[in-house]
Nanobody, 127 residues
């Protein structure tokens, strides 16, 4: 069973940056996609970004487009999420997840088709 471990969360001031890492126990290319999701207290889980196993497909939610960048390092089996221009609305627990089956349309950022999940890392944006 694939294991994913997130790291890089923390406290940052508005306008600041963080880079999250998702280290996996398997080969990224073996999976349809690796995605980043977040959940703030009292809110539903939100898909933030995802990258396909071959790196050819990337999606961002409208709320982070232009501010966040997803990337991967196959040699390290790690997916990154560079987060810039953070604001208080970005405060949440961030999870990475892997999908092994096909993804279509909204499923890329829906989360429900993702099979394996990490434990999450807290990101707090506050002055």
């Amino acid at each position: 069973q694939l294991q994913l471990v997130e790291s890089g969360g923390g406290l940052v001031q508005p306008g600041g940056s963080l880079r999250l890492s998702c280290s996996t126990s398997g080969f990224i290319s073996d999976y349809t996609a690796i995605g980043w999701f977040r959940q703030a207290p009292g809110k539903e889980r939100e898909g933030v970004s995802c990258i396909s196993g071959d790196g050819s497909t990337i999606f961002y939610s409208d709320s982070v487009k232009g501010r966040f960048t997803i990337s991967r390092d196959n040699a390290k089996n790690t997916v990154y999420l560079q987060m810039n221009s953070l604001n208080v609305e970005d405060t949440a627990v961030y999870y990475c997840a892997a999908a092994s089956g096909p993804l279509y349309g909204t499923a890329w950022l829906g989360g429900y088709e993702y099979d394996y999940w990490g434990q999450g890392t807290q990101v707090t944006v506050s002055s």
